[in-house]
Nanobody, 115 residues
Framework: VQLQASGGGLVQAGGSLRLSCAAS????????MGWYRQAPGKQREFVAH???????AYADSVKGRFTISRDNAKNTVYLHMNSLKPGDTAVYYC??????????WGQGTQVTVSS
């Protein structure tokens, strides 16, 4: 199983980006699809996740600006990021967790927000 994240890039403050993460291989019953991020010199932190039933959760720092969604048929999760701030600069990682408790990480995609 591989997770391929894409959509990162360089954007000015106030701009928007959409990240995608698609799973390939034999992965079944994905319970949770989520996004984490790691800024230089900091620990990896939770950003958002979405459960198979559609329930979502967000870090306080991104509430109201980021929206997570998923396409179960495509085993893909999206992160729509609006009103980006320089503090959002980080490598963004996707993570899938299956009903059996297996978790898989993507390789990360760089998001850089300039002031």
């Amino acid at each position: 199983v591989q997770l391929q994240a894409s959509g990162g890039g360089l954007v000015q403050a106030g701009g928007s980006l959409r990240l995608s993460c698609a799973a390939s291989g034999n992965i079944f019953n994905i319970l949770t699809m989520g996004w984490y991020r790691q800024a230089p010199g900091k620990q990896r932190e939770f950003v958002a996740h979405i459960l198979s039933g559609g329930s979502t959760a967000y870090a306080d720092s991104v509430k109201g600006r980021f929206t997570i969604s998923r396409d179960n048929a495509k085993n893909t999760v999206y992160l729509h990021m609006n009103s980006l701030k320089p503090g959002d600069t980080a490598v963004y990682y996707c993570k899938f967790v299956t009903l059996r408790g297996y978790d898989y990480w993507g390789q990360g995609t760089q998001v850089t927000v300039s002031s």
